[in-house]
Each structure stands twice: as structure tokens, then as C-alpha cells.
């Protein structure tokens, strides 16, 4: 498979190498650069992005969910946690009003369909059973039909958060029991059937084995508008307005934050948020510096599983008659 090929998802992985940010790439032969595509190849295909907080899709996936919705999927966002100690707010009741607004506004922003918000304790994720949120995530995706899954790799290294390796490995599982038909039998009853997740984009904010990168240059200012109206938490939202206001005070000006709050916001976000100050601000190298090095203006990197290929298949139409 060549560096440059979309269609071809081999997981073949012979070579590797240490990439930006301490991200392992596989070799150049068998990385897939996922570039967009004209018109709508994913028609009718169901895409879930799955977090435990409402800036973790917008801040490390939001420029791949955009493409892919725009190529036709139908999406759904499903947030985990109720955020209720996360952002800015007097109290938890206002946090979790605040934020559960902001999930929503991202997920219009990237054009998603519906959110689904499972409410557990933000930060508190380690502590309720995992078998009940397994369970709760069949039931999603077997009810939507979910054929895409963009979440945490659950296999990334040194996260800190328990609510992301918690949602990564529960989703991960999820996924997994979702396409059997012995596991949570009272579905079937209820006419919901087995169904099988086809492909799973997996992102990690420390070191990942990646073998794809999507381009996502295409769709940088939708990430930039999914991170903008994230207001309640996380590093964008109105942090741009806020530097330039604290900078007139000091009798500074900063020329790439404009003259108005809102273009400060967007150009904060995009230049430094996702760029400059990536690293400090969310914990994972620069998109622009990251798609420099596979000719894309802007990326995002990730562990792709995707249909096995069958060598069963191969072998009978070269040799059945």
C-alpha cells in the first residue's frame, strides 16, 4: 500500500518509526493519508463520536468528524460524564447546565444529528461499573446502527484522566460484544439486533501507534467554529477575546488576535490553541506542524482498525468453479 493511498486498509505494520510528539508512525508503505473525498461515499452510514467531555471530540477529532459527516455520514455525539466539575460556574448544577449546552452547540457545529449524555461524575469515572457502562454503549450502538466509532485510543499511554481511559476501554469493549448475538439477549426481543462497528479511529493526547492520518485542511474552521462555542471548559472558547482585552490593558496588542473579540476567539483557536501553543494547551502536538510533514496543511493522527481483509474470500474466487 503507498503512503498516499486512501482505499487500502491494510493493517499490515512491518516498520515503525518515532514521528512528532513521541508518536510512533508505521512505515511509510503501509500509513494511509485519509484525504476528502467529492460528493457523498459514506451515504447512509452511521458515524458515533464518543467522549467523556464536551471539548475532547472538538479539541483532538473535530476536523475528521466534519469531513466525514460532510462525506455523507449521519452522526451522533455521546458524552459520558455530566462535566460537573469542569469549566466555570459557581456551582455543579450550573457547570453541568453550562456544559450540557455547549455539548450540544458542538455537536450542531460539526453537524451531528442528536447528543446522548450518560451523565456519569466527571473525574469520577473509576469508581462506577464497568459492565453497566458497557452495557448502556451495546444499546447505542446497536439501536443507531453504528458503523464508525471516533473516540480514545484505549490503548493510549500515559493518559492521566480516568474518565478517558475509562470511556476508551469501555467503548472498546462495547464495540466488540455489540456484534454478537448472545450477549444482551432481552434486545433481540425488543427488535434490536446485533450490529457490527466496521471502523474505529482511535486519538490519544500522549504517545500512539498511528497509521493514519486524515487531512483535514479542508475542514479546519468547522474545528475551529466546534472548538469556539465550547465556552464552559477547555482552552478555546473565549480565551482568545479574554488574552486580547488582558493585553489592551497592558497597553500591548497582539496583530494575529484582530481588532474584535470574536475574530481574537477564532484566531486564538486556530493559531495557537491547535498550533503554537498545542502542546501546553491540550496536550498534543501542533495539527499544522503535524500535516506539514505528510503535505496537508492541517491534521489529525490516528489508530485506525477497519475491516479485516479475507484471504477466504481470495482464495475461492481464484479457485471455486
Avoid at 475528521?64 to 459527516?69: C, D, G, S, Y
Avoid at 481511559?165 to 454478537?180: N, P
Amino acid at each position: 500500500m503507498k503512503r498516499r493511498s486512501f482505499l487500502n486498509s491494510s493493517m499490515a505494520l512491518p516498520f515503525l518509526h518515532v514521528g512528532l510528539g513521541g508518536r510512533t508512525f508505521v512505515d511509510e508503505e503501509t500509513m494511509v493519508i485519509e484525504k476528502s473525498q467529492k460528493g457523498r461515499p459514506h451515504e447512509g452510514k452511521v458515524l458515533a463520536a464518543i467522549q467523556p467531555h464536551s471539548d475532547d471530540v472538538p479539541l483532538f477529532a473535530g476536523g475528521t468528524v466534519a469531513k466525514l459527516i460532510n462525506e455523507g455520514y449521519t452522526g451522533y455525539l455521546i458524552r459520558t460524564t455530566n462535566d460537573d466539575h469542569a469549566g466555570k460556574g459557581d456551582t455543579f448544577g450550573e457547570l453541568i447546565g453550562n456544559n450540557e449546552r455547549d455539548n450540544e452547540a458542538v455537536a450542531k457545529a460539526l453537524g451531528l444529528k442528536k447528543t446522548y449524555d450518560l451523565h456519569y461524575r466527571n473525574h469520577r469515572m473509576d469508581n462506577i461499573s464497568p459492565v453497566e457502562l458497557r452495557a448502556r454503549l451495546v444499546f447505542l450502538i446497536r439501536m443507531l446502527k453504528i458503523d464508525t466509532i471516533i473516540t480514545y485510543d484505549p490503548w493510549g499511554h500515559y493518559e492521566e484522566n480516568p474518565d478517558h481511559y475509562v470511556t476508551a476501554r469501555a467503548v472498546e469493549a462495547a464495540r466488540w460484544m455489540a456484534g454478537g448475538g448472545r450477549d444482551y439477549p432481552e434486545h433481540l426481543d425488543a427488535g434490536i439486533q446485533p450490529h457490527l462497528v466496521k471502523e474505529l479511529y482511535y486519538f490519544a493526547r500522549g504517545p500512539q501507534l498511528v497509521n493514519r492520518i486524515v487531512d483535514i485542511s479542508d475542514h479546519i474552521d468547522t474545528k475551529v467554529d466546534a472548538n469556539r462555542v465550547n465556552i464552559t471548559q477547555g482552552p478555546a472558547g473565549e480565551n482568545g477575546s479574554r488574552l486580547r482585552e488582558r493585553l489592551l490593558k497592558e497597553g500591548k496588542k497582539l496583530d494575529i488576535l484582530g481588532n474584535d473579540a470574536e475574530t481574537a476567539n477564532r484566531n486564538y483557536i486556530k493559531h495557537f490553541v491547535l498550533d503554537i501553543d498545542s502542546k501546553r494547551l491540550r496536550g498534543t502536538p501542533s495539527d499544522k506542524e503535524l500535516g506539514s510533514q505528510f503535505n496537508c496543511e492541517y491534521a489529525e493522527a490516528f489508530h485506525y482498525r477497519g475491516p479485516e481483509h479475507s484471504n477466504l474470500d481470495d482464495y475461492i474466487q481464484k479457485h471455486a468453479y
